[in-house]
């Protein structure tokens, strides 16, 4: 808060700054002097000769100033006090679990020194977890806890979308008073108030004068009552917007996304912004019947065809040869990445945004299993199926998940869709949760552990049983066979946080010291007793918090 000065009014006080013969010369001279040095810039009163102790006079210059200065202090006029925090409806937390959080955020656990994390549960990878339940479970939370809780949350992305929900309101408010919890104002909506959505001009107001996240929740809120309000209500500023904040907006479309969506969403297409344009094309052409679903279907059917003139039924294949004005403004980049060929870049990006739908009518009817099994001419299989695999993530397509996905068992070079481990968790994700944590047990049990990673960050939490027990078998086959145990340090954090609490005393055997085999790691077998242990005590404690939230 800025203070004002004022000159002392007491008689010794103004006798002694009038005595000294640079009393009169203002701060900002006396500064200048002591920058450039008194020889160069000599401290001299208007009209008096220079000191002949340069120095010396300056400083007693300064001393007499910083008293003058100290001594005219006024009380400095008081802000404005901040508004009351908003009222939280919510239930309070039981005290356990207020106990909980409070261990949770306070713990600053680490390895040692060595990198061991022994069989201590760690602490802070629990915190999601936990959050997830508070919130289902409809709690606000503690007011004491909210600084930690603010702070946990800018430390780690990951905790923002749960943190800002459980702090909620009042979260928000305490946010803004501190720069260092902007991001809560500006990154996510899920603390954000929403006002009745039946009060129209007070939807009006907060639209026109809201910070970005409560924007952003009341746009999803009407969205998720009445897709064509929110609509109108986002094209009364779209205009004026910043890029970055369309694009945001733009998302909140794919909920309750429907052919009255179209006209703006091709208007979208034109928009200065490139991720604008890229996300309105995607939009799109998740809608089969759209203008520019069957633009591209029209071109990418130019493109891949059945081609029947050999022994059998094949795809042919022929490129796009240019990028047209048309292709670049329906979203087609024309430029591709280093290393990737122009023509095949184009195809991708056509096969990619056309229906699914399409191709079924293309190849006689066929179900999508039987059309990623026929053969690809000229080695464009790779990049057809790639394509076709994005496709399906993009328009959430099961039955074509499940066909580029092929069967679990087989290796994943063998397969009619793509190798990459990442694409496949993508294509996992647009399956059931069931059958995904079908999919993935099988695959860990015909494959083992070492590239299951990805494929498991895609099973809802708690893994089912199926699953975990998969998981722990080709954990038990590594440790038995001498492996090195920090290979699959990722995986079992993992189960540390995703495997069913109730398996916990089926684990216990495990944590037994193995023999130490010929050719197996040194130590080894004190490492996988020490993080089957630790994997036991994390369940357990697991079972604890959510005991404690359910009660």
């Not at 919890?181 to 129209?200: E, I, M, Y």
């Not at 890229?278 to 799109?284: K, P, R, Y």
């Not at 090195?484 to 495997?499: D, H, K």
Request: with cysteine; net charge negative; aromatic share 6%.
């Amino acid at each position: 808060m800025p203070r004002t000065t004022t000159q002392p009014t007491g008689p010794a006080t103004d006798t002694a700054a009038h005595r000294h013969p640079l009393a009169s010369l203002p701060w900002e001279e006396l500064v200048t002097s002591a920058l450039l040095g008194t020889d160069r810039r000599p401290p001299t009163a208007p009209g008096g000769p220079a000191p002949a102790d340069g120095p010396g006079a300056l400083l007693d210059a300064a001393a007499l100033h910083t008293v003058r200065r100290r001594a005219g202090l006024r009380p400095a006029v008081p802000g404005a006090r901040p508004a009351p925090a908003p009222h939280d409806p919510r239930p309070p937390l039981p005290e356990a679990a207020r106990q909980r959080l409070a261990q949770l955020l306070a713990d600053r656990s680490a390895p040692n020194a060595a990198g061991r994390r022994g069989a201590s549960p760690d602490l802070t990878e629990l915190i999601p977890q936990w959050l997830a339940t508070a919130n289902r479970q409809g709690f606000r939370a503690p007011v004491a806890l909210l600084p930690p809780l603010l702070d946990a949350a800018r430390a780690r992305t990951d905790l923002r979308p749960q943190a800002l929900a459980f702090a909620g309101p009042r979260g928000l408010w305490l946010a803004a008073l501190n720069p260092e919890w902007k991001f809560a104002l500006r990154g996510s909506a899920g603390g954000a108030l929403v006002p009745d959505t039946g009060d129209p001009e007070a939807v009006r107001r907060l639209w026109e004068e809201g910070l970005f996240a409560e924007r952003i929740a009341l746009l999803d809120t009407v969205r998720a009552q009445d897709p064509a309000a929110a609509l109108a209500l986002l094209t009364t500023t779209w205009s004026t917007e910043r890029a970055e904040d369309r694009l945001m907006f733009l998302d909140s479309l794919r909920t309750g996304l429907g052919a009255a969506d179209e006209e703006f969403l091709e208007q979208a297409l034109s928009d200065r912004s490139r991720n604008v344009r890229a996300t309105a094309a995607e939009l799109l052409s998740a809608l089969p019947s759209s203008a520019f679903a069957g633009r591209m279907a029209d071109r990418a059917a130019s493109c891949v065809s059945p081609d029947r003139t050999g022994t059998g039924a094949s795809v042919a294949v022929e490129a796009p040869h240019e990028c047209d004005a048309g292709m670049q403004r329906d979203g087609v980049v024309p430029v591709p990445p280093t290393g990737r060929g122009e023509r095949s870049w184009w195809l991708g990006q056509l096969v990619e945004a056309t229906p699914l739908g399409v191709w079924g009518e293309r190849f006689g009817g066929r179900p999508a299993e039987e059309i990623v099994a026929l053969p690809v001419a000229d080695g464009w299989a790779g990049e057809l199926h790639a394509a076709w695999a994005r496709a399906a993530v993009r328009q959430r397509d099961p039955r074509w998940a499940r066909a580029l996905l092929g069967s679990p068992s087989a290796p994943p070079a063998d397969s009619p869709g793509p190798a990459s481990i990442a694409e496949r968790s993508k294509l996992l994700a647009v399956l059931s949760q069931a059958e995904r944590a079908d999919w993935v047990a099988a695959f860990i049990s015909a494959h083992g552990l070492s590239e299951a990673f990805q494929l498991l960050g895609v099973c809802t939490v708690p893994w089912t049983g199926p699953l975990g027990r998969a998981v722990v078998d080709a954990l038990d086959i590594a440790r038995d066979g001498g492996s090195y145990p920090w290979s699959f340090s990722g995986v079992m954090g993992l189960a540390e946080r995703c495997l069913d609490p109730a398996e916990a005393d089926r684990l216990e055997v495990l944590t037994t010291t193995p023999d130490e085999q010929e050719g197996a790691s040194p130590g080894a077998g004190g490492y996988w007793s020490e993080a089957f242990q630790r994997l036991i005590s994390t369940l357990r404690l697991r079972a604890a918090m959510e005991a404690e939230l359910t009660a």
